[in-house]
């Protein structure tokens, strides 16, 4: 056999050429190894990526209901800072609604309770949602019920024995995720308007 034909055969047969075993497959290193010679993804990527996917999923998944339990708090919140100002309205401006304490046999600084009249309209068992409610049958008595989820109480106490002035603190109390809450305003009445009140 002559030079060229030899060359001819050891081209042939050489790793990694067309006409070799193998069929022309170049020996791969890394993930590419195990990847079919058609394509796609191997199982070791797929796996991978379902992982990564899932880690991501669960940060947002974390993320939306820490958002969800932020906006449930501060609309909690705002309703009791509403209920708290509506109650220390009708306090001052209708003190004849209810029933006073006589300060004056009190200690200064102590508080003492203030209560509704039985016969007056004013409750301080629940509260009263508002007069505007969605029109809706679910959201309607779901916004009624999220009231209702909410009491409240008030106590006066006097500065001093000669202050002009009672110091009501009107605090609304409701539960949230299984703990109480409680939000208190303090305001001031008049010391001779509670006292013409309680006559």
Known sequence: ????????DSARDAPGQPGAEGEGRVPRFGLGAYR?????????ELLTALI??????TVLLRMFMSSMTLAKTSSTHQI????????ATTL??????????KFTEEQPGTPIAITPRASGPVQNVTSE?????????RANEREA??????????KGRIPSADAPYIIVDVEVVWELEGRLRTFVLETAVPRSTVERAAQ
């Open 80 to 87: 009791a800072a509403d209920l708290a100002e509506e109650y």
């Open 92 to 101: 001052r401006s209708r003190p004849d609604l209810f029933d006073w304490p």
């Open 52 to 57: 990564i996917m899932g880690v991501a999923s």
């Open 129 to 137: 949602p508002p007069a505007a409610l969605p029109l809706l049958r």
């Open 36 to 44: 079919s010679p058609r394509g796609g993804f191997t199982l070791l």
């Open 1 to 8: 056999m002559d030079s060229g034909a030899q060359g001819v």
């Open 145 to 154: 019920g999220t009231y209702r989820d909410f009491t409240w109480n008030a």
